[in-house]
């Protein structure tokens, strides 16, 4: 089914460094998230977070350091 709904628009909470460290591509990472890096003892485990709330996304980067 196509989306139909308008653009979804989602952030994800982190410091400009650690946004750098995984958007880089590579070959084992073509779309530059590096599940390697992410924390493994977040809410649902390892994993990269993302919501529709800007201020929630800010809150993330301010309280994790990325």
């Given at each position: 089914?196509?989306?139909t709904n308008g653009p979804l628009i989602l952030y994800h909470g982190t410091t400009d460094d650690?946004?750098?460290a995984i958007s880089k591509p590579?070959?084992?990472s073509p779309h530059g998230i590096?599940?390697?890096l992410?924390?493994?003892l977040?809410?649902?485990g390892?994993?990269?977070y993302l919501t529709t709330v800007l201020r929630q996304a800010e809150?993330?980067?301010d309280d994790t350091g990325g």
């Open positions: 089914m196509p989306w650690a946004a750098t590579s070959q084992a590096d599940f390697a992410c924390k493994p977040k809410d649902f390892r994993g990269f809150s993330w980067a």
